[in-house]
């Protein structure tokens, strides 16, 4: 079960940060987000969320935030997906060849994530191709965002799968916690915005999904984190059969 932001492609500090900082511009507003502020903002997860806390942090009245970080968000979901239909949001290195490999070898995908259907869909399919995910869950069916684990409960659901036969794959502590709340065992693949969050609870954290010939991550050292190692199907079928014993 896999996460798309962060994990399957690299859309934070180059896309999702840059299309808020567009919609603020565009409503005349001076706030932008740099680098480092979007890293701590990325905390609250779901763009509207992080929208209406960022707000609140500013000394904005409740309604008048939440009116206005549901328009920003409209409109950043309409740059966002612009931007990804210009091919301007790459998959993250390995990861093609990840998915490949698992396809290959009959392990059934899918996805849980907390963006917005209306750019998950077609950026999925454009980078991946749609047929390859048996579901999709996103934060249009979900109730609650991660980590809430209602996105890989529903994934589950959908899949007719226990927690124990579908590992998770995430980058951030949230999707780790929403990913352990549902029962699931759980990789984590750090990226520059997650690389200090904790993992402890991580059934193997790698940085990166590491080059073809990189030897595989093993279990028998599950927080490595350098040098990365190769996520490959052995070592997530492996975690599908030993996911019970986990918390
Ligand atoms: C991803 C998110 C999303 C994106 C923005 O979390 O929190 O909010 O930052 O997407 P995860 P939307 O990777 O844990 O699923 O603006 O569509 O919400
Ligand atoms: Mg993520």
Redesign the pocket.
């Known amino acids: 079960m896999l ?5 399957l492609v690299d ?2 500090r180059d896309g ?1 940060r840059v299309a808020f900082n567009l919609a603020f511009e565009e409503a005349g507003l001076p706030d932008c987000w740099d680098v480092e502020l979007y890293g701590r903002l ?1 905390a609250i ?4 969320r ?1 929208l209406n806390a960022y707000f609140e942090e500013q000394g904005m009245a409740r309604t008048e935030r939440e009116e206005l970080a549901s328009r920003l ?1 409209s409109r ?2 309409e740059i ?1 997906t612009e931007m990804a239909a210009r091919g301007e949001i790459d998959a993250r290195p390995g990861v093609h060849d990840l998915l490949d490999e698992l396809e290959n070898a009959g392990v059934r995908l899918a996805v849980a ?4 259907l209306k ?1 998950v869909e077609p950026l999925l399919d454009r980078l991946f191709g749609l047929e390859r995910f048996e579901a999709i869950v996103a ?1 249009d069916d979900a109730p609650e ?2 980590p809430d684990p209602s ?1 890989h409960q529903m994934t589950l659901e959908r899949l007719r799968l226990k927690p124990s036969a579908a590992p998770a794959v ?3 502590a ?2 780790l916690r ?1 990913a352990k709340s549902a029962g699931l065992a759980c990789v984590v693949v750090v990226n520059d915005y997650t690389r200090e969050q904790d993992f402890h609870h991580a059934d193997l954290v790698i940085d990166g999904f590491g080059g073809p010939d990189a030897p595989a991550a093993t279990l028998a050292d599950p927080h490595r984190l350098d040098p990365p190692g190769r996520l490959d199907v052995d070592t997530l079928r492996c975690l599908a059969q030993s996911s019970g014993s986990y918390g």
């Open positions: 996460d798309v932001d962060g994990t859309s934070e999702h990325l997860t779901g763009g509207a992080r968000h950043k979901t966002f994530t907390t963006g917005s750019w934060s965002r991660k996105a995430e980058d951030s949230n999707g929403a």
